[in-house]
């Protein structure tokens, strides 16, 4: 499984390319093939690598993030085996202008790479399908209210990498976090449908099971009917089919993403600015 990190601060001059660069070059050395995606409009990371910020300029970042080009259309190659890059330059800072009107352009950059027709993170692949279960990375997030927090816990520490979070304030950035998540249906289905997260859903409730039922109809969503006691198998079964069936999953997500446009706030004040202009009769 393609592993991806993203070296991110706000403040300029603290060090990520440098950082990004050595990490890259250090992790290739060690028979990792990496690809970095310079995301800066000043080049420095391409710069650093030995490639340049000027030349055929629309062989960039910008080129994908604008759609004009494929992934696999501007990866470079460098004088470091086992590494490539995505080479950036100055257009890359009229992107922001120009995607001011998407309510998703936060993921315009997912959406390429998980959508690339070509497959081509496949290349920097190091995991083989039947290890993918065992080496999951999982995330519990646990209800500040919920009284069962300490065995969930400790039935985590099964698990070789599980982090159990309790009363978390970000849950928009776990969300995003996530390639697939297992949710009872709640109103947090169309918090992930915003963010395109492929769904596995396991309603308690009849409310959560009519959401659940919607997105299965929607072909947004996978739902286990639970009785009083679930049955964990059907969970890895179906959680491992949507691991291995990359296409399915991406599907998932999009038609999650089509029910909702991160507008509802939106309208919800308009509404409510409506009633207010009415007149007392006609309240």
Known sequence: MTQIISIINQKGGVGKTTTAINLAA??????KKIL??????????????GLSNSEDS??????????????????????FENLDLIRSNVDLSGIEIETADDAKRA?????????????????YSQLAPENILRKMSIRLIVGQMNSDFQVIKDLSKKLPDCRVLRGVTNMQDHMR??????SSGGSTVWELSFYETPMLLMPVSVPEEKIGEHMVASKAAIMIKTSKKVNFQDVFIKMSAMIKDKKHRLSL????????DG??????????????????DQK
């Open 253 to 260: 997500g999009i038609k999650a993403g089509a029910l909702v």
């Open 107 to 123: 993921f315009i950059l997912k959406n390429k790479l998980i959508n690339s027709e070509e497959s081509f993170l496949e290349n």
């Open 263 to 280: 507008n509802g706030a939106l309208r919800v004040i308009h509404a409510m600015q409506s009633f207010k202009n009415l007149s007392i």
């Open 36 to 49: 970095i995606i310079d995301l800066d409009p000043q080049g420095n990371a391409t710069t650093g690598l």
């Open 177 to 182: 976090w996530s390639d697939i998540a297992l």
């Open 26 to 31: 250090g992790l290739s050395l060690n028979k």
């Open 58 to 79: 629309e062989s960039t970042i910008y080129g994908v993030l604008n759609g004009n080009k494929s992934i696999k259309s501007v990866i470079s190659n460098t004088k």
